[in-house]
């Protein structure tokens, strides 16, 4: 009797943590596919993204979070970029240097630099500046120009597949 009680406690116990997981996933995260080079190697095109959807909820994005937001461009789209600027900074790039509030940004996530320069600009309040790590080929606030929070789907935290993209960002 005891060994048939600890099975129907042990079943219902994995059923109620199968519909939390449901709920959680359905509310809470996406898994959207990323399509293109700005990321690498760091992400890669092709790989699937796990996005905490409530975290910008919670608490405002921090500097070098990657996030995920919605870019209406020619054709909307999602797209996942690293956040280099907050509300106030000044961001401007010189010959591929990132310099953030008159200091040059350490960057150590970017692989491929690009060696453009651009012009100064002050992140708005409620928006945040994005680059990807791929500097020479993203498209990023240096192009559209900062992202306003409410366009913030939600932080990026796990490439969940293929297989060999498992692991933390």
Not at 95 to 119: H, K, W
Not at 144 to 150: E, I, K, L, N, Y
Request: glycine content about 8%; proline content about 8%; charged content about 20%.
């Amino acid at each position: 009797m005891v060994g048939l009680r600890n099975l129907r406690s042990f079943a219902s116990l994995s059923l109620q943590l199968a519909i939390l997981a449901v709920l959680i996933a359905a509310f809470f995260v996406r898994t959207p596919q990323v399509s293109g080079p700005s990321m690498e190697p760091h992400i890669i095109s092709g790989e699937y993204v796990l996005i905490n959807t409530l975290a910008y909820r919670l608490h405002a994005p921090s500097r070098g979070d990657v996030v995920a937001f919605r870019h209406d461009g020619d054709v909307p789209e999602t797209f996942i970029k690293r956040v280099i600027g907050l509300p106030g900074d000044r961001i401007a790039v010189d010959r591929g240097t990132v310099i953030l509030n008159g200091v040059p940004l350490r960057e150590p996530y970017v692989r491929y630099a690009d060696a453009r320069s651009f012009p100064e600009v002050t992140v708005p309040p409620n928006d945040v500046y994005v680059l990807g790590d791929n500097r020479a080929n993203s498209e990023d606030s240096r192009f559209f120009g900062a992202v306003p929070d409410a366009d913030l789907m939600g932080r990026a935290l796990w490439g969940i597949w293929p297989l060999g993209a498992i692991g933390a960002l």
